[in-house]
């Protein structure tokens, strides 16, 4: 039958999982880290999953769908719950996956040193520093490092400054918190400035995609030819590539 049903674009998708974690009917799953529709008649044509999508991914078409099937979103709730151990909560995560980068976790900082070490000096250069604030020319870029970051990377890389700020003009963002494609204000920054490098440091949770993502796109956009590097950080602090 034709029906209306949801279509999701990979290219736009970000992977933060909002969408999955909206579809009561587990329709959505995240799939190496990308939201994908994995069985036409789990979807029920309502649309829970647009409205929390934070990069406009998602939209609808009429096309040939298996009718939405009730009793198949039922069982597979189900047994999914009983493969949940009987948790709801741990349920919901099975069934819609999630977003990694929301999940709780206690992670082991080590223990508390015995005195408080003297304090590192800031390596911060210029402000402000949030993507959506900063102005796409300022005479901090010219001939400038450039170090985009996502927010949560400071806070779980001990030696963040030392290490990424240090040399260089931090920019930072979040791209799930802040809704938005920031590839457009980056290409304005790399055209209009004589950016000399690219860092990208991101967490290792999906959704952080969206803002290594957004710096290659424009960095192929700004038409120019800049040395640029991705680092990964784990959520226990490490560099993972």
């Known amino acids: 039958m034709k029906r209306r049903i949801i279509q999701i674009d990979e290219q736009k998708c970000n992977g933060c999982g909002a969408c999955a974690a909206a579809c009561h009917e587990g329709a959505i799953e995240m799939v190496n880290g990308k939201a994908r529709l994995m069985r036409d008649d789990y979807c029920d044509g309502l649309g829970d999953c647009l409205p929390t999508c934070p990069t406009g991914a998602i939209t609808f078409v009429e096309r040939e769908a298996a009718p ?35 999940r709780a976790q206690t992670l082991s900082g080590g223990a508390e040193p015995a005195a408080v070490p003297t304090a590192a000096p800031s390596r911060l250069r210029q402000w402000p520093v949030q993507i959506k604030l900063v102005p796409v020319e300022a005479p ?36 799930k918190l802040d809704s938005v494609d920031y590839s457009e204000k980056l290409t304005e ?26 710096a290659k796109r424009a960095l192929q956009v700004s038409g120019k030819f ?5 680092v990964t950080i784990s959520t226990d602090g490490r560099i993972l590539d």
């Open 140 to 175: 901090f870029f010219e001939d400038a490092k450039l170090l985009i970051a996502a927010d949560c990377t400071a806070y779980a890389y001990a030696a963040f400054h030392e290490r990424f700020i240090r040399g260089h003009i931090t920019l930072v963002g979040c791209p």
């Open 226 to 230: 800049i040395p640029w590097q991705v």
């Open 68 to 102: 939405y099937d009730e009793a198949a979103v039922q069982a597979a709730k189900k047994g999914k719950l009983h493969a949940a151990g009987g948790c709801p909560g741990s349920a919901a995560q099975v069934l819609h996956g999630g977003c990694p980068g929301s």
């Open 189 to 214: 920054i790399l055209k209009r400035n004589n950016i000399r490098e690219v860092t990208v440091v991101r967490m290792e949770v999906p959704c952080c995609g969206g803002l290594e993502q957004a």
